[in-house]
């Protein structure tokens, strides 16, 4: 019963973003959604017709206010890392934005160093 409460919240338009992201990583955790469905679902919140806003609610939904978990998951690593969602953004004004050299962090983080 409340899983289907929750895939409707993941789907619902007049959901705010922030409850779609975190119903999306329950139903990821859960293994209820496969991660393609994940993936485009990630892939519609970063589109570039939806308000930044939603994008940054939705993602702190899903990843519940701690990113290091895509430290330890690497699953949950490869879906956000396929979407290449700050590979080569900048703001208005030409800097890497906070969120994209804290990926950058994580990333140097995950990636042994060779030689």
Known sequence: MWLEFIRQVRTSVNVHPLLSGYATRLLNDKGD?????????????????????????????????????????DNLWNLVNKLGMFAGKRNLHGTASHTETHVQRVQSRRTPEVG
């Open 33 to 73: 959604i496969s991660a393609e469905e994940a993936q485009n679902t990630l892939s519609y919140y970063s589109s570039i017709g939806n308000a930044p806003a939603d994008m940054a609610y939705w993602f702190e939904g899903f990843l519940r206010s701690s990113g290091s978990i895509l430290l330890l998951d």
